[in-house]
């Protein structure tokens, strides 16, 4: 018997609100069964992408966040090497179980006011469900926007990755701990967009053992928490370095960047083979979601389905293991256009075979 049913509307994350009952409501509307606890950037700037995770850093005074500046880390201060011990101390007690390390890696205030009135409102807003889906930032993404001191992005020094890493897979277990008081079966997704920039020449530098690792680190003892995990990225990349990787879920932009996904076919059948499974942005998270007819997105799927099916991916193996979202989170967009979005991925579910 599969985990999820093959069809499940899921969401990516974001949404345009900063009241979150709103929220809520916009996702036990089109995703009843699986929803998603909603990022709220619009809510306060520690939801937005790149802090929500390094709260801990910035508690410890490694990182520094001022309003209207790029978050740097303070490698610069007298006391960095004192601070840099203590995350470390408190990391390796955490996964010791310390109650004190877990207390201070715990996931509160502004930054998870979504995730809190996510689980708060869950019982009366999600009767249906059997599952529930969370949301983590992804290394790479996180450590190219994370600057030094001289303006470096993080995840291009060994140290300071590692200390991003390390922050973001407590984060992950913590949510996960979080998700599971809910008595559902959990899905997370580690958000990494900019895995699209592994082979640019802009970004030659970009290994994929280097991203690899750092996923792994996240996700092997996230896998040991008998959790679901996915990797989302919006935009074409070198798909074989996810599906090489112990997946339950791939997501991807499939309204914009599906040629890229025929271009590694095989991969993808033996992603699916192994019980992968695909969560198809067939939504796009744009201006042309107006332009866009349920009908339109019908087609779409099945001329993708059949070109796929032309280059050797079995098209009911593809169907039963295929799961819809928007193809990528509306937290920026305006709260109109989320609704409509939300509200084609519901009627498309309904219409597809």
Not at 189 to 217: H, N
Request: contains cysteine.
């Amino acid at each position: 018997m599969t985990w999820i049913n093959p069809g499940t509307k899921i969401g990516i994350g974001s949404v345009p609100y900063g009241n979150i009952e709103e929220a809520i409501s916009l996702i036990a509307d089109c995703m009843p069964n699986w929803p998603h606890w909603p990022q709220l950037p619009a809510h306060s700037a520690e939801e937005g992408f790149v802090l929500q995770y390094v709260q801990p850093l910035v508690r410890l005074g490694l990182l520094k966040a001022e309003a209207g500046k790029d978050p740097v880390f303070t490698r610069d201060s007298e006391d960095w090497d004192e601070k840099v011990v203590k995350f470390y101390e408190l990391y390796l007690a955490f996964i010791s179980g310390d109650k004190e390390a877990e207390d201070f890696f715990s996931l509160e205030g502004q930054a998870f006011a979504g995730l809190d009135g996510f689980i708060d409102n869950f019982p009366s807003s999600f009767p249906s469900a059997v599952g529930v889906k969370g949301q983590l930032s992804g290394p790479l993404t996180v450590g190219l926007e994370l600057k030094d001191e001289q303006g470096k992005a993080c995840f291009y020094d060994d140290n300071l990755r590692d200390l991003l890493v390390k922050c973001l897979q407590t984060q992950g277990i913590m949510q996960v701990r979080k998700l599971k008081t809910l008595g559902q079966e959990v899905l997370l997704f580690i958000d990494d967009p900019a895995v699209f920039l592994l082979g640019s020449a802009s970004y030659i530098t970009l290994t994929k053992e280097t991203i690899s690792a750092a996923l792994m680190e996240i996700i092997e003892p996230l896998a040991q928490m008998k959790v679901r995990l996915g990797v989302h990225v919006c935009a074409q990349t070198d798909w074989s370095l996810l599906f090489d990787l112990p997946l339950d879920v791939v997501s991807f932009d499939a309204y914009t960047y599906f040629p890229s996904i025929v271009a590694q076919a095989a991969a993808l059948q033996g992603f699916l083979q192994r019980g992968g499974k695909m969560a198809w942005g067939i939504v796009p998270t744009s201006e042309a979601a107006w332009q866009v007819k349920v009908e339109d997105l019908v087609n779409l799927f099945n001329k993708q389905c059949s070109e796929l099916a032309g280059v050797g991916v079995d098209p009911k193996l593809l169907r039963q293991n295929i799961l819809w979202t928007p193809s990528c989170g509306t937290g920026t967009l305006s709260q109109e256009l989320a609704q409509h979005i939300y509200a084609l991925l519901k009627n498309f579910a309904q219409k597809i075979d």
